[in-house]
């Protein structure tokens, strides 16, 4: 093993120690403004605890243009179903296994901690003579993972360079010149409600209606596989299971799925109450709409599993307790028929998949939406529609096509602010810069991508004119998951590369 990859790794262990779940990086924000300032660095930090450490030139360099080497200090945390660890108080354990190192049973932030540890080698190598660069500012910033607010509150001044690195990329051989821009919205749905009568023993029963096991994925990335989405089959299976037996015969309850705005969303679960007399009908018809579903599904999303199962009343008052009067044992609300078939066409009709494929890169998802959740909340139904694109008009576009659907139903919706693509320019200097380097050190050129997936790369640029930039780094499987793992030959091949584009800057 290379000695700075050693060295890389224990400093690794050493920020895993540091609890920096998103936005909440204050303690590790500290440890990084400390050790800065430990070793006779400048350093500074914002209001949002955005970490900037400046690392003069070595000798030789005095004259060379500054270079920004970014990360983000916070980590995606997840764990196994049996795992006790506390991701805010317990340090991460780290297992090596032949050429990787994994967690036990938990994510182990190696994005974007590695870009961390990668920083503060490179900046004490330096100090120590041990190698040559140019001045350098280590900008480290908060709460990438879940809203890139860290990015997007980089007030003017706070950095010098025009030169960056981003260190948040996770196939070492791979340059990433151009990434996704994103905008989440939030559709609200009043409801109107009934109460539905059910004195006589046999009329209504209630049952709940679920669809699992799909493969999900993240929206960015994995859009394009075409995997099922369980917000739109639960309300396609509810949509046919009505049209067979009548809207007065199904009434809906409650209706639930996904989980968060960047996953495709693969469970989701509706509560009904259903007219025992169709019962029979019911079943035949699920079983009609299992089938199609496996079939069409089956490559995509082979562990597809549609439930159809009677629940007690019990039940019913339990998950749905704020919806149903607790003055009344012989009542249930349920949506009105009007309330339910403008939330079926609604989630029917917002576009979820691909959208358009880009006209200039072969195989790139240029524009796509991903229906990610959905929630009944008290008197509304709220969803959540996550778009992206490379393009910067397209990103409007999609966001302008689901507003225009919601309202026809006589929803509402929220856009957040979002955060804009980073458009790629195959004319760099510093992709060429970079990819002489690349193919001079390793005999092999690099791989150019651009990526359908946020990077903070999109807001710096938008926000600091004149930035040159790219994204790159080692090789990180499964991140975000317990399964997390970093492969070890890879942060030397960044390292190696890292000192030797340095060297053209001499």
Avoid at 220 to 229: F, L, S, V
Avoid at 427 to 432: A, F, H, I, T, Y
Avoid at 458 to 473: D, K, L, R, V
Wanted: one cysteine or more; proline letters at 4%.
């Amino acid at each position: 093993m290379h000695p700075k990859t050693q060295q890389i790794l224990e400093v690794f262990e050493e920020i895993n120690k540091i609890p920096r779940r998103s936005k909440h990086e204050e303690q590790i924000s500290t440890w990084l403004q400390e050790w800065g300032r430990s070793r006779g660095f400048e350093v500074k930090a914002d209001s949002l605890n955005n970490v900037l450490i400046k690392v003069p030139a070595t000798a030789g360099y005095e004259n060379s243009p500054m270079l920004i080497l970014q990360g983000h200090m916070d980590m995606v945390c997840e764990k196994c179903k049996d795992s006790v660890h506390d991701f805010s108080r317990d340090p991460i354990r780290c297992i090596y296994d032949g050429g990787w190192m994994q967690g036990d049973g938990t994510s182990i932030g190696a994005d974007d901690g590695i870009a961390l540890a990668l920083g503060l080698v490179l900046a004490e190598a330096g100090k120590k003579g041990e190698i040559g660069h140019p001045p350098l500012e280590l900008l480290f910033t908060v709460d990438e993972e879940t809203g890139l607010t860290g990015a997007r509150g980089l007030e003017t001044g706070f950095f010098e360079g025009k030169i960056l690195l981003n260190l948040d990329s996770e196939d070492e051989g791979i340059f990433v010149i151009g990434c996704a821009g994103g905008q989440n919205s939030q559709i609200t749905l009043p409801v109107e409600w009934e109460l539905l009568d059910f004195k006589e023993e046999n009329s209504f029963g209630f049952f709940r209606l679920s669809v699992e096991g799909l493969e999900g994925g993240h929206s960015g990335t994995e859009i394009n596989k075409q995997r099922a989405n369980g917000i739109q089959l639960l309300s396609l299976a509810l949509n046919k299971l009505r049209g067979k037996l009548g809207i007065e015969n199904v009434r809906l309850v409650l209706l639930n799925g996904g989980s968060v705005h960047n996953a495709i969303p693969n469970t989701a679960e509706a509560f009904i109450a259903l007219h025992r007399e169709k019962l029979e009908k019911a079943e035949e018809a699920m079983s009609d709409i299992r089938h199609a579903f496996k079939a069409e599904y089956a490559k995509t999303d082979p562990g597809l599993i549609l439930n159809f199962e009677e629940i007690s009343r019990e039940i019913i008052f339990e998950v749905a307790e704020d919806k149903i009067p607790r003055e009344t044992v012989s009542h249930v609300r349920v949506f009105s028929p009007e309330t339910e078939e403008k939330l079926i066409e609604l989630i029917l009709g917002l576009p979820h998949g691909v959208y358009r494929m880009s006209e200039t890169i072969h195989g790139l998802v240029e524009t796509s939406n991903n229906l990610a959740t959905v929630r009944t909340d008290g008197n509304e139904v709220i969803i959540i529609s996550s778009q992206r694109s490379s393009s910067n008009f397209r990103l409007a576009e999609i966001s302008g096509k689901v507003e225009a659907i919601a309202k026809l139903t006589g929803a509402w919706v929220e856009h957040e602010p979002g955060y804009p693509a980073w458009e790629p320019n195959l004319r760099s200097e510093l992709l060429l810069k970079c990819k002489q380097v690349y193919t001079g050190t390793f005999g092999k050129e690099p791989k150019i991508e651009v990526i359908h997936a946020g990077l903070e790369c999109g807001i710096i640029g938008s926000t600091h004119e004149g930035m040159e930039m790219i994204s790159f780094g080692p090789t990180i499987k499964d991140a975000h998951s317990p399964a997390e793992r970093i492969f070890i030959p890879s942060i030397e091949k960044v390292w190696i590369f890292l000192e030797n584009l340095f060297k053209t800057y001499c």
